[in-house]
């Protein structure tokens, strides 16, 4: 049997993976990278994007992350991501609702609220989710 690779991944609100797989595929903000058992250590900063998890050539996992880290250690791999969700279960429609919704509150804002920037990225953030559903 081949190793394993001991993958979690965690977000400010909850950890929604932890467990055993075969090669994890991240959107690092120098590149794409994937790792398997027992790689190089390294850290490096994320882009969004979506992380894939995969059983041998089988991506059984989609998870989509705004930023964070990702760290290679002996013991497996980390992700500490911004935010991150599962792209199974998430529908179009729901993004598209929750992109209008913070679209009216950053119209309802005066033009030099300070949390103009706050609602902006997170607009710009469900954009990107959108966009990784549609693939």
Do not use: C
């Not at 991944?9 to 932890?18: D, G, Q, Y």
């Not at 900063?45 to 880290?69: C, Q």
Request: hydrophobic share 40%; glycine share 8%.
């Amino acid at each position: 049997m081949a190793d394993k690779l001991h993958f979690s991944l965690v977000s400010p609100a909850r950890e929604l993976f932890s467990g055993e797989v075969d090669h994890v595929i991240a959107p690092g903000t120098e590149g794409e990278f994937g790792v398997l058992a027992n790689h190089a250590p390294f850290m490096t900063t994320l882009k969004n994007g979506i992380v894939r998890v995969l059983e041998g050539d089988s991506v059984t996992m989609r998870i989509f992350v705004r930023g964070g880290f990702a760290d290679v250690t002996p013991d497996g791999l980390t992700i500490l991501a911004e935010e991150a969700r599962d792209l199974d279960g998430i529908k179009t429609e729901e993004i598209t609702s929750e992109l209008e919704a913070t679209l009216l509150k950053m119209q309802a804002l005066d033009k030099d609220d300070t949390s103009r920037a706050t609602l902006q990225a997170h607009y710009d953030y469900l954009e990107s989710l959108r966009a990784a559903l549609a693939h």
